[in-house]
């Protein structure tokens, strides 16, 4: 079962890629945020937002899998580009293929246009990123960017991803995960860093290899206009410094998935601090975990939670 959140365009005409500064588009609604008892969730399987005419949102519901992850659909004059697939594999509990392909509908009806190739590109090699890539074999006109495979480079080898008057530049950001890649879409000033930084535990698994992440990301940022940081997952809530726990598939009061591009900054600026030791240091918007598993808390590691905020963990 699949929703969507808002209306297409009400016009039909060519697709239109020229605007002055970002493109506007919309933000202005909640995700799920799952249930306490999984199994009785009535939510849609996969929540869809169009932010604009050629960007969509999608969200996998935290009730049919906790990382609850986001995906991306945008669309140039020439292909269309599929940013992540998901933490389940299963299309009868995570209906991805069917849903983008509705969509991709949508947007062909609306814009005149009768046919558009289809690119699959998970942004890291994580779970919950590419396990319902194989949803998409065999689709027609469609290429699958699998993570370290020389399709993939060849895509990218100049750094950027060619949508058709839509043009993503591509960032190469491990650290994280060796596979990891973030895209600066300048349509929507959006930069996509998928499980590189987002509002969640920053579990450093190469120290040197995120902190020249982050600095590239943090130069990046300040030569070209970022409207928003847009990741692949929420794990803060809404208080500041304090997360859900791991596993939680019910969060009613998640930080935004939206995030301003100086708190690159101060994530480099932390992770400098680190300076490669074993640590859990706390901002308000995410968490910075070095030589711990994704699980570990804080207890007996330094932290930034102020004291106003110290407050026993949500469940």
Known sequence: MTLLLACASNSLGAPDFDTE???????????????ISAKHNQDVRIQVHQYNAHTYILRQNPAVHWEAPFMYLLFGEE??????TGATENADYFPLRSQIDALIQRWKVANRVADIELLVLPLGSEASQVS?????????????????????RTWL????????????????TPGID???ISLYDPFNHFLFT??????GRLVIR??????????RLNTFAAEHPVKWIMGGRIEMSDTPGIDYRLRSNYRPREHALQMPPELIT????????????????????FIVMNGVGRGARDYGWPSYTPRQYQRPFLR
Not at 79 to 84: K, Y
Not at 132 to 152: H, I, K, W, Y
Not at 161 to 172: F, K, T
Not at 206 to 214: G, I, P, Q
């Open 21 to 35: 500064g970002a493109a506007p588009g919309n933000m202005r609604f909640a995700w799920i945020h799952g249930s």
């Open 79 to 84: 292909r269309a580009v599929l940013l992540d």
């Open 132 to 152: 319902g890539l194989t949803q998409f074999d065999n689709r027609a006109n469609t290429q699958l960017l699998s993570p370290d495979t020389d399709t993939r």
């Open 157 to 172: 080898q100049n750094n950027a991803l060619d949508l058709g008057q839509r043009s993503l530049a591509v960032i190469n």
């Open 178 to 180: 060796d596979a990891a």
């Open 194 to 199: 998928g499980n590189s930084f987002y509002p």
């Open 206 to 215: 190469n120290f040197e290899a995120y902190k020249d992440s982050l600095s």
């Open 266 to 285: 101060d994530g480099y600026q932390i992770v400098h601090l680190i300076n490669g030791r074993e640590d859990i240091r706390i901002h308000e918007d």
